[in-house]
Each structure stands twice: as C-alpha cells, then as structure tokens.
RNA sequence: GGAGGGAUGACAGAGCGGCCGAAUGUACCGGUCUUGAAAACCGGCGUGGGCUUGCCCACCGUGGGUUCAAAUCCCACUCCCUCCGCCA
C-alpha cells in the first residue's frame, strides 16, 4: 500500500507517478478527500471519548467521596455522551474502512527508471546472453533437431504425461514421469544449493490466510487468480513470495538482522483465469508448478544490491544451465501492481521458438512491508518500514522445456549439462524409453 | 474429534471493574564510581494514530457484548500446552 502521509504531503507528484500506471487523478483525489474526512470524523470521536473517560473518572471520585448525588448526575451525562461518541466512532470506522479499500486497490509507485508502456510489447531488453557471446560467438543457430517442441520430445522420451495429469486434475496440470520427474527434482536441489551461501532455506507451507495473501498485495486484486479453499480461509500461494513475506508479519528486526535473505522452493498455483487457448500448449503456462524463489528484507540503502543479487543469481542459474535468456525491464503497463520496478528474465525455447518468461526480479519498496507491518529498529532507536526484494531462481517448469528442446539431439535423445550429474545420479542422457 | 489449562511490554511475571499503558525482576541504553571491566548506585527504556507540539486517542491473543467506566465481567473464535482418540 502506498504511503499516505506522504500523499498528502505531496500529492501531485503521487498522482503523476500513478498516471503513468492509468490510475487517474479522479481515484486518488477521492482517497485525499476520504482522508480528510477520516481525520475529521476521527477527532471527533477521540475528543468525546476523552470526555467520557474524564467523566468516569469523576464518577469514581464522587463514589469514593460517597457523594452519590454528585456520581449520578455525572453518570447521566457520560450516558448521554456515550451515544453520541457510538455513533461518531461508527462513522470514523466506515470511512476507515473505505479509505483502506480504496487504498488497497492502489499499486505502487513506479520506479522513475520504469518505462513508459501499455503492455508486454512495450517492455525494454537491456540484455541477452548466449552460450559463448563472451568469446564472440553470434546469437545461435537452432538445428532442426533442437526445433521440436517439449511436448513432442517429453512424449517421445516418456518423461511428460500430460494427458495423464489432466484426467487428474483437469488441462494444465502437468504429470512428469521418470527421467522427466527426476529432472524436476534435481534442478530444485540444484538451485537450492547454489543460494545457500547467503540465503536461509525455507520450507512453508502451500497454502495461506487471506490476511497473508492481502499483506503481499495479492488479494484483493488477483483473487480471480488464485485457488481457494473457502472453508478453512485458505488460498493456495502462486509463490513463495507470499509465506516469505509473510514471515516477520507485525515484527520490529533489529537493524543488525539485514539483510535477512530466505530461499524457498514451493508448488506455485495460479488459476489462469481467461487465459484459456493463449500459449497454453504442454508446460507454456500451467496451474501448478515448482518454483524457487529468493528473498530478502533490507533497509532502503540495501535494496538495490539485494535487487542486484537476486538478478545476478538468477542469471548465474541460466548461464551454468547453457540456456539462451534476454533481460527485460518491464513497463509501466506490465509492471505488478505491487512493485516499484521488476526485470523480467525470458529464456528462449528452440523448439516453441519463444522467449519463455521464468523468473521476475521486483523491488517493492515499502509497498508490501506497510500492508504487512515489517519494520525495523535503526541505529538512532528510530522504526522504519523494511523494504522487500524477491524474484525467481527459478521456475521449473519452462526451463524443463527449454533444457529438452535445446539439448535435444540429433538421434532423439537428450543431452542434460553436466553441472545437473550430480543431481541426476549421473545419468545426463535422456534416452527413449524402451518398454 | 473429546477433556482440561493457558495467552499481559524484548523475556519472565503481577494485576479487588475506577490515576493501569500497566507493579516487579531480567535484558538493554546513558551516567556515577573504577586505570579498565565487573559489582553497586542513579536515570532511561513498547507500538501506532490525530491535531491547536503540548496534549489527546488506541492497543494486555482476535472479534463482539455488559457498564458512567473493562487487562479485569460475559459470549464467540484463534493459537499454544497436557491427556485421550485417530492418523502419514
């Protein structure tokens, strides 16, 4: 959520800012006007309520002075009061009530480095890497043999069932099998072990309140997204940004704490609502998938190194993977609602023949910490909102198709990269099943 | 699922319905003493919000209720602990 105080220290550089993201200056001045009223109706109640407890303060006195004349009189006054103060509290509590709903449909302020754009098309490559652009070598040249899509090649090895998995739990529930669930396997394990020099690993639960789900800004603006569980108040989390942001809900971290830096691997479910038919073939776009995240909590000072870090381990994952990917630094149209700036990074499938979006690097600012209620403890003694970093490193799924199509080989087989031996048991070749 | 006990500040732990935002201890911060440290002593020490910056308001698990007045009484819920049942 955004800062109130200072909208209304500044409000027509929020709004500008807002504008570029289509919140128009109609909504914000309708928070401002809420606002106002809010600390009107509040002052109101607060002062009769002041009055009161001074009128049952005397009562107590007069009763103690067995001056019962005295105690009655001044009862039937504060009873008279407390009618009134009823009612200006109820008025304070319904506009209190709307000024959060209105706030919580606003996102956050963009970064001024967050391109002007309607959508994905307007987002900006700031970089794209290949196996051996450092020694000069061009963009590669796909073979016809790497330009099968992961569908037909998870089919071929028997490593991807996805008609089994829809029978299960209806299209876009993905069932690997063998080799292919094994993959799976070892690229989390992978993962994991290359953040463990500097992140806690984390393992939370799959589901959350919708107290948690509103502290990261998910609900309730993407609750159409998500899956839920309405009898126990549960929603299952489409990342693991939702448990970890969550973690410290409601604390004060001492300064000396931050960074605190998690990583977590998590089932990640997302309902895909109304994407039905758009790129949704095999593992495109899917309700369940596995997913490591990294996260930190930091000061304000430390957050474009921790932003800097997440991206850079990202990449690091990529690069050891031998996988093609693109940087890209999302525009004010695309960017999620709760983030201040966010690059996107896309790896290119051969055999879809698509850049592949599997992980996004967000700075949130403060925006989720004040929903949340994380602050931190300075130096000086004084508390402040702690800033959350997160992104992906990264989602399983894609790259499972990235990795089968651009290592495919010319006799059908699939040559997995050596740095995955040890979690593959050193069985690196994917050969067609032979029953 | 059943029975019982509990939830108060960083922690421990008091709190007859009326100077209780809350005793006391520990921890922590500052000071005195000391060559320095420890001990002792003195002082400080929760978080938010509002406005007339000095005051006011809220918060004792959560939400309701009773009352002139609620940490304190009543109801519901949540979580934790113990026991029983069930269970990977």
Known sequence: MIDLVQLRREPDEIKAALARRGVSSATMDEVIVLDVEHRRLLQEAESLRAEIK?????????????????????????????????????????????????????????????????????????????????????????????RVAHWDVGKELGILDLEAGARL???????????????????????????????????????????????????????????????????????????????????????????IRLTAQTACFRREAGAAGRDTRGLLRVHEFDKVELFAYCTPEQADAAHADILARAEGLLRSLGLTYRLLRLCTGDLGSSSARTIDLEVFSPGVDRWLEVSSVSWFR?????????????????????????????????????????????DGTVQLPDVLSPYLGGRTRLTPKVS
């Open 366 to 410: 403060d925006y989720q910490a004040r929903r949340a209620n994380v602050r931190y403890r300075r130096a000086d003694g004084t508390t402040a909102l702690v800033h959350t970093v997160n992104g992906s490193a990264l989602a399983w799924a894609r790259i499972w198709a990235a990795l089968v199509e651009t290592y495919r080989q010319s």
């Open 54 to 146: 001074d009128l049952s303060r005397q009562v107590g006195e007069a009763r103690r002075d067995q001056d019962t004349a005295r105690a009655e009189s001044l009862t039937a006054r504060s009873r008279a009061l407390g009618d009134e103060e009823r009612a200006a509290r109820e008025a304070t509590d319904r506009v209190a009530a709307s000024l959060r709903e209105s706030l919580l449909m606003i996102p956050n302020v963009p970064a001024d480095d967050v391109p002007e754009g309607l959508d994905e098309n307007d987002n900006v490559e700031i970089d794209r890497w290949w196996v051996g652009k450092e020694e000069g070598q061009p963009f590669p040249e796909y073979a016809p043999h790497q």
């Open 169 to 259: 739990a209806g299209s876009m529930f993905p069932l690997y099998r063998g080799a292919g669930a094994r993959l799976l396997r070892a690229l989390g394990a992978f993962a994991l072990d290359a953040h463990l020099d500097d992140y806690e690993e984390i393992r939370p639960p799959s589901f959350a309140l919708t107290e948690t789900m509103t502290s990261t800004g998910h609900l309730p603006k993407s609750q159409d997204d998500m899956y839920a569980i309405p009898r126990d108040d549960l929603w299952a989390i489409p990342t693991a940004e939702v448990p970890l942001t969550s973690m410290h809900r409601g604390e004060i971290l001492d300064e000396s704490r931050l960074p």
